[in-house]
Every structure is written in structure tokens, then in C-alpha cells.
Nanobody, 120 residues
Framework: QVQLVESGGGLVQPGGSLRLSCAAR????????MGWYRQGPGKERELVAT???????NYADSVKGRFTISMDNAKNTVYLQMNSLKPEDTAVYYC??????????????WGQGTQVTVSS
């Protein structure tokens, strides 16, 4: 079983920055991809960004040019650097990891979520 530990959320003013971190902890697994999703008030959960161990990245159009996803393979940790934050970025941000275990079985894990609030 894999546990995801998220950190870095908080309250910032529009135009500010935050850096989210998510560490995958466990054993006997390999990571196919990690990513960030978010769910704002009254909205559906949506993709923010994903990354593979080979650093292939994918971003939602709404965050391109402002957010940067990165991963430290040695630490099994994914980061989301968020710059030029807007009020519409306010949401609970969830870390996701897609794993493969020693028997080649795939499974997705989700973090507990961290609140990001952008307000003046």
C-alpha cells in the first residue's frame, strides 16, 4: 500500500506563489506517473498537471505558463510550483500517483488534499 503526504497549501493574494509537495511512501512499487488535480467550490475535479519519471508533462490550459510540475525520482516526490495565482485557482488540490506493483498490477492512489485559497 502507498501513502501520499501532501503539503504546501495555504492562503495567498492574487499574483502570489505557492509550492505544493507530495511524497509517495511505500514499498514494492514503481511509478508510472504523478499528478495534481483540483476541485473548486461547486466544481468537478479537474486535471491540473501530470508528469512521468521521464519528465513528460501535461498541463491544463488554464494553468499553462503559470504552473510548473516537477518530480524527484529518488524521493518519489512531485511538486507543483504555482505562480501568478488567480482567485479561480482556489480549490482543494489532490496529489495522484499511478503505480505498478511487483506483480505488474496497476493502482491509483490519492492524497488527502490540501487547500489553496487565493484572495485579497
Amino acid at each position: 500500500q502507498v501513502q501520499l503526504v501532501e503539503s504546501g497549501g495555504g492562503l495567498v493574494q492574487p499574483g502570489g506563489s505557492l509550492r505544493l509537495s507530495c511524497a509517495a511512501r511505500g514499498s514494492r512499487f514503481s511509478i508510472n506517473a504523478m499528478g495534481w488535480y483540483r476541485q473548486g467550490p461547486g466544481k468537478e475535479r479537474e486535471l491540473v498537471a501530470t508528469i512521468t519519471p521521464l519528465t513528460t508533462t501535461n498541463y491544463a490550459d488554464s494553468v499553462k505558463g503559470r504552473f510548473t510540475i516537477s518530480m524527484d525520482n529518488a524521493k518519489n516526490t512531485v511538486y507543483l510550483q504555482m505562480n501568478s495565482l488567480k482567485p479561480e485557482d482556489t480549490a482543494v488540490y489532490y496529489c495522484n500517483v499511478q503505480t505498478v506493483n511487483e506483480w505488474h498490477l496497476r493502482y491509483d492512489y490519492w492524497g488527502q488534499g490540501t487547500q489553496v485559497t487565493v484572495s485579497s
